[in-house]
């Protein structure tokens, strides 16, 4: 996998793979891990507070000396308090999701950071394009976690924003090895953005109870469920099944937040609490079997590239 | 596009380029035409009686002199009639669909019929594989018209179906350009199956109106609904809101049924009936914006494949 092109250039990587920020996941032994392994490691702040953000930057830029990242979610109530931790510490790659892109466009640009955002549909990528982000990831409905309404795959979703946009596209939702990667590069994408593969690693602070559920899935186990409020792919479980049903009822927002609750992700993958949480995960998790180091997994997904380039003749 | 593999040998065509046998759109024009561009032209049986399909596959041999075949949906009341007319006319490819596998197989074996079941699920493809099938088609939630209740996307099926499989692999859903065929391929797949885009040519039989709306398609005009009843993907337009609200209120199935009524496929397709027909259609009907011939789509689909292999390095 020798590739040159405005993603690795943007980024100043050697690998066009970015590893995802993802909560209870993605501190700074996994970011680290990818940036070193020449991928882009991205911390995830949704599940931090500013001082536990502003503690993970500081020990990653200790234990790596290649460009890493945090992922941003717009529409946190403390978002300006995250965005001062990343303007402090000279954090120069933000990606954001969640939220509008231009609402905080011009603290970042001002001080020369690199900003992609999070889309799942053409119309958003567009405003990103328009707000002055640098680049898009378009997130298919296979991924993990929270998913965009409309439920555009990547299939679908990559060559739509490949033909409207100017700005690279980064490819994620349910690549998880070399053949995924190989095939979002073929529909346009310039770099992939891996979720759920990076969490089952050495280095992901995911519970290992969590990762074992990965492990044991196969190609029917996530589930999309919450569309009313806020919709969300996880391992199926008897939360799930229990939302399911409630959604087939018709039951209001009401009901479904109250099912909610409060710090599902946390128990879920944090915890591994698999009866009470939401271990989210994507779609891809049925071709997940093992728990490699970060090193490992990247020189894997390097030669299964390599390898599935015979595919395409 | 030069490749040969099993599936090439299988029905000894000279692109791995499956049209899908489409209700109300797949005749003898389309899948002669197809077959004449060295692709595979499927007789869509499901709208036909078995007279029609027999007069189909008259006029289709008088246009063709290449291989071409019929898709049968098994669950139809008259299945063993429209495989008589199969048998008496020494068709010598079939795809099934919507039924077990195996229920008439031997039928077909005996008969040197080469057979391919339609899946979306790796417990289907076993079970297709283990009843003799020669490849399966696994299609992705993407496609238009009907779809496997598990909701697996293109990008995540076909790669976990080749790793279950030994039998080859053809990609459907979301396919509408050359892109798409590398990316299918990458992922391990043999072969493509394409039904949006050859519904949107001069040969289909589609109501010229159907393939206006498809033109005027973006990446969000489609949506999935009657999930309780056999879930379908197709243009939105007031019966599907009509539909999806009554899903979102907890609609019954009765409930559903009746508002379905009948005929709402042969309205939409074949009649142009905006209203009150189901349109059905892919998720990448955003990508298609012309009305091609045959000819020229092939021609383009063979250049798009070629010029997308620079994409992956």
């Not at 911390?43 to 536990?52: D, H, Q, R, T, V």
């Not at 500081?58 to 403390?78: M, Q, S």
């Not at 992609?116 to 958003?124: C, D, E, R, W």
């Amino acid at each position: 996998m020798i590739i040159q092109n405005r993603i690795t250039k943007l980024f100043d990587i050697h690998f066009p793979i970015i590893q995802a920020g993802m909560v209870w996941v993605s501190g700074w032994k996994l970011v680290s891990a990818v940036s070193n392994a020449g991928g882009l490691g991205l911390i995830g702040a949704g599940s931090m507070k500013p001082e536990l953000l502003h503690e993970h930057i500081i020990k990653c830029k200790a234990a790596t000396e290649n460009p890493f990242g945090v992922n941003i979610p717009l529409l946190r109530g403390d978002v300006k308090d995250l965005i001062n931790v990343i303007l402090e510490e000279d954090i120069k790659i933000v990606f954001s999701s969640a939220g509008h892109p231009g609402r905080h466009i011009d603290d970042f640009k001002k001080n020369n950071i690199k900003v992609v955002h999070v889309v799942s549909n053409v119309k958003q990528a567009i405003k990103a394009m328009e707000a002055g982000c640098d680049a898009v990831v378009g997130e298919g409905v296979e991924a993990g976690g929270h998913n965009g309404a409309d439920e555009l795959t990547t299939f679908c979703l990559i060559p739509q924003l490949v033909d409207a946009l100017d700005i690279p596209v980064i490819a994620a939702g349910g690549i998880t090895d070399g053949r995924g990667i190989i095939a979002a590069m073929a529909l346009g994408a310039e770099g992939v953005q891996i979720g759920t593969r990076f969490a089952v690693t050495k280095e992901s602070s995911a519970n290992e109870f969590y990762k074992q559920k990965i492990i044991e899935a196969g190609d029917t186990s996530t589930t999309l469920v919450l569309k009313k409020i806020g919709m969300a792919r996880m391992i199926k479980n008897g939360f799930s099944e229990e939302i399911s049903k409630l959604e087939m009822e018709g039951a209001s927002t009401e009901v479904l937040k109250e099912k909610l609750g409060t710090k599902r992700e946390m128990k879920g993958i944090f915890e591994g609490n698999y009866e009470e949480g939401m271990m989210e995960a994507g779609q891809g998790s049925g071709l997940i079997k093992d728990i490699p180091s970060v090193s490992e997994l990247m020189k894997r997904l390097v030669a299964e590239y390599d390898n599935a380039k015979k595919n395409v003749g």
